[in-house]
């Protein structure tokens, strides 16, 4: 699923806050919390169409989309994934959707052998503005590389090509598990979502940050990995890492932050005040 093509549309994957760590907050935010958010800075139209693909029904009687349908997001359907169903009976509501939402990790291996995947990435690279979000796990099936919880890599969507992202990420084993899987595919970024975090994904390569806590990025593009042995403890020279939070913006393609462009009024007094 590899292409040239500058995707018109964007790719968000959001991460709640976990229950264990906040359960008796009461400003924990919800993945759709999240998502809300977002489609309201970006000021999308409440009647869009919007499919939430998962593979349980936990989403019926008032479920976790209650957030959106409570702000007048009512245009929206769910789509049950089961294995060994025509998944061409779908196809339709698909190509209609503004927004569609991977509720749940186990799709990809129901949709791989389908025309689903074909065209959501169709829509992905030519229709403006069309949404990709991944829940939590489900988010991390969008790219073509995928870390399992053992940290062995299997396939994903192919949507995003260019980093391995992880909404499980936490210090420790799973964290070296991320790191070695970047060191052995050096074309990858490592995406680390902490708890109450959304990354959205814009032209295929501008990714931003929005959400209470932080993102971790891991570059070992010019690491020497020529002596690698996969899960030893080596000194690795050139890892670099970033830590991004609300409002950071990322390059995917260089691996750098960009700067944000300074205001008028910033620029009209550093003129100003510049030494002549």
Same mark, same amino acid.
């Given at each position: 699923?590899?292409?040239?093509?500058?995707?018109?549309?964007?790719?968000?994957?959001?991460? !709640?806050?976990?229950?264990?760590?906040?359960?008796?907050?009461?400003?924990?935010?919800?993945?759709?919390?999240?998502?809300?958010?977002?489609?309201?800075?970006?000021?999308?139209?409440?009647?869009?169409?919007?499919?939430?693909?998962?593979?349980?029904?936990?989403?019926?009687?008032?479920?976790?989309?209650?957030?959106?349908?409570?702000?007048?997001?009512?245009?929206? !359907? +769910?789509? $049950?994934?089961?294995?060994?169903?025509?998944?061409?009976?779908?196809?339709?509501?698909?190509?209609?959707?503004?927004? *569609?939402?991977?509720?749940?990790?186990?799709?990809?291996?129901?949709?791989?052998?389908?025309?689903?995947?074909?065209?959501?990435?169709?829509?992905?690279?030519?229709?403006?503005?069309?949404?990709?979000?991944?829940?939590?796990?489900? !988010?991390?099936?969008?790219?073509?590389?995928?870390?399992?919880?053992?940290? /062995?890599?299997?396939?994903?969507?192919?949507?995003? /090509?260019? +980093?391995?992202?992880?909404?499980? $990420?936490?210090?420790?084993?799973?964290?070296?598990?991320?790191?070695?899987?970047?060191?052995?595919?050096?074309? +990858?970024?490592?995406?680390?979502?902490?708890?109450?975090?959304? $990354? *959205?994904?814009?032209?295929?390569?501008?990714?931003?940050?929005? !959400? /209470?806590?932080?993102?971790?990025?891991?570059?070992?593009?010019?690491?020497?990995?020529?002596?690698?042995?996969?899960?030893?403890?080596?000194?690795?020279?050139?890892?670099?890492?970033?830590?991004?939070?609300?409002?950071?913006?990322?390059?995917?393609?260089?691996?750098?932050?960009?700067?944000?462009?300074?205001?008028?009024?910033?620029?009209?007094? *550093?003129?100003?005040?510049?030494?002549?």
């Amino acid at each position: 699923m590899e292409s040239t093509i500058t995707p018109k549309g964007r790719i968000i994957i959001i991460r !709640g806050n976990d229950k264990e760590a906040d359960e008796e907050s009461e400003g924990r935010l919800t993945p759709y919390d999240l998502l809300l958010k977002i489609l309201t800075r970006s000021s999308e139209q409440k009647t869009v169409r919007i499919e939430i693909l998962t593979t349980s029904d936990h989403l019926e009687n008032g479920g976790k989309d209650a957030a959106l349908k409570k702000e007048g997001y009512n245009n929206i !359907g +769910c789509i $049950f994934l089961r294995e060994k169903e025509d998944l061409g009976i779908y196809y339709s509501r698909i190509s209609e959707a503004k927004i *569609i939402v991977f509720d749940n990790p186990h799709f990809s291996e129901i949709l791989k052998d389908s025309s689903i995947p074909d065209l959501l990435l169709k829509k992905y690279l030519h229709e403006e503005n069309f949404t990709i979000a991944g829940i939590n796990a489900g !988010g991390m099936y969008l790219p073509g590389l995928v870390l399992h919880d053992k940290g /062995n890599l299997v396939t994903g969507l192919g949507l995003v /090509n260019n +980093c391995i992202i992880d909404t499980k $990420f936490r210090h420790g084993k799973r964290f070296t598990y991320l790191v070695d899987a970047v060191i052995q595919h050096q074309e +990858c970024l490592a995406i680390g979502i902490n708890a109450g975090m959304a $990354f *959205i994904i814009e032209k295929g390569y501008r990714a931003s940050c929005m !959400g /209470n806590s932080s993102v971790m990025v891991v570059n070992a593009r010019n690491v020497n990995n020529k002596c690698s042995k996969k899960r030893t403890s080596v000194y690795k020279k050139n890892l670099r890492g970033h830590i991004l939070t609300e409002g950071s913006v990322f390059d995917l393609f260089s691996g750098e932050r960009i700067k944000k462009p300074l205001l008028p009024d910033t620029l009209n007094f *550093i003129k100003r005040n510049a030494i002549q």
